[in-house]
């Protein structure tokens, strides 16, 4: 019997929005005066992506500051069209805001976050009036954060915090996370059947951070670019997916149990995160096109020297995979879509396909027709 993945896709996309409860199903009805100007997703900004490319961002393997804060500066200027860069910073923040800024560890000491990428962002909110008290930096587990050197680099008063403590095997723990705050979904992870009843809703749930719920207004996305061996990338829509809520583990428990095609839109379509997620900045000045999100990205890894903005993360997203799926046929790999098991990435199907089912969630723009990338060149 010939085997249609597309059809299956779409049909197992009905039979999970039809299972979703209704305070996550009501979130494409909730946001969708975002387009024209309201912040969240997809922002006032949908299908606009700005690409910024310096050629000396980064010298043997090591970020530069000031090439790396010119291309800050430009690419938020391009976005918005303002004449410089803190008027661009006031379109998204204001005192009084409480300001929190995804980062990502995974895959350390390779394509993690950077610090370079990093201060000129808090110099930035400090400018148009945010105290440190009042800026958040945040990943999901506080070990992870602080092993790739992340709480070093803060300045004094800015504070951050995690969702949970470790990594722990059993993605349930609440101590971080909002009780009433979560996706559901018929996905279940296995393991956990000697802790829980299966049927217990708990398990089928991914509950948000208190970070998110509590402790901030509007958040800053700071993703890195590389492939992802489950999800096919790990971008923007990754970065919030799998870093705000708990109980990530599910959705993709082996190389032929993956559901991440379905599970990263349902979390991102969450009204909370469609609302306070107002602004996206890929790091692309080092990159990965294979073995992600670990450490066998190291041998994958090339200085892509390009940063990207954007209010749209699928926008982003779409065009952060065309740029990664250029490399790999710069180096003569399948493009992530056709990708089948190999030493450095096991999983069956990498479901690049998240990206275009959250446009069909209202997440964003996929149509390349329609997104409209701008690319500028420094240096």
């Not at 059809?7 to 494409?28: D, H, I, W, Y």
């Not at 500066?73 to 803190?86: H, P, Q, V, W, Y």
């Not at 976050?113 to 930096?137: C, K, M």
Request: charge should be neutral.
């Amino acid at each position: 019997m010939a085997f249609d993945r597309r059809g299956f896709l779409a049909a197992s996309l009905s039979a999970t929005m039809a299972s979703l409860p209704t305070k996550v199903a009501r979130a494409q009805a909730s946001s969708r005066a975002g387009d024209g100007g309201h912040l969240g997703i997809p922002g006032p900004y949908p299908g606009r992506v700005i690409a910024v490319h310096h050629p000396d961002s980064i010298a043997s393997g090591a970020y530069q500051p000031q090439p790396v804060e010119r291309m800050m500066d430009r690419g938020m200027c391009e976005l918005t069209g303002a004449d410089n860069s803190i008027d661009a910073w006031r379109q998204f923040f204001e005192p009084g805001d409480v300001v929190g800024i995804k980062l990502n560890p995974v895959g350390m000491p390779h394509v993690i976050s950077a610090p370079e990428v990093l201060h000129p962002i808090l110099r930035a909110l400090e400018q148009i009036g945010i105290p440190r008290r009042d800026i958040v930096a945040y990943d999901r587990y506080g070990e992870q954060f602080q092993r790739a050197g992340f709480v070093d680099w803060l300045p004094d008063g800015v504070r951050w915090t995690s969702g949970s403590p470790i990594s722990p095997k059993i993605q349930l723990d609440m101590g971080g996370y909002d009780r009433d705050v979560y996706m559901e979904m018929p996905l279940v992870h296995p393991d956990y059947a000697s802790d829980y009843d299966l049927s217990d809703p708990h398990t089928r749930r991914s509950y948000v951070a208190k970070f998110l719920s509590k402790e901030v207004n509007k958040v800053i996305n700071v993703c890195v670019m590389k492939h992802h061996q489950s999800a096919g990338v790990t971008l923007a829509l990754k970065n919030m997916s799998h870093g705000l809520v708990n109980n990530v583990s599910r959705s993709h428990v082996s190389p032929t149990a993956n559901a991440c095609g379905i599970f990263i839109p349902a979390v991102v379509d969450l009204p909370i995160i469609r609302e306070k997620l107002v602004l996206h900045i890929l790091d692309g000045v080092q990159a990965a096109c294979h073995g992600g999100p670990g450490s066998s990205v190291g041998r994958y890894m090339w200085e892509h020297k390009t940063m990207y903005f954007a209010t749209d993360p699928v926008a982003l997203d779409k065009t952060g995979w065309k740029a990664i799926d250029k490399k790999r046929a710069e180096v003569g790999r399948p493009p992530i879509a056709l990708l089948k098991p190999d030493q450095d990435s096991r999983w069956l199907n990498a479901q690049v396909e998240h990206i275009e089912l959250a446009a069909n969630f209202g997440l964003g723009v996929f149509d390349d027709t329609k997104i409209r990338l701008k690319r500028v060149e420094l240096g």
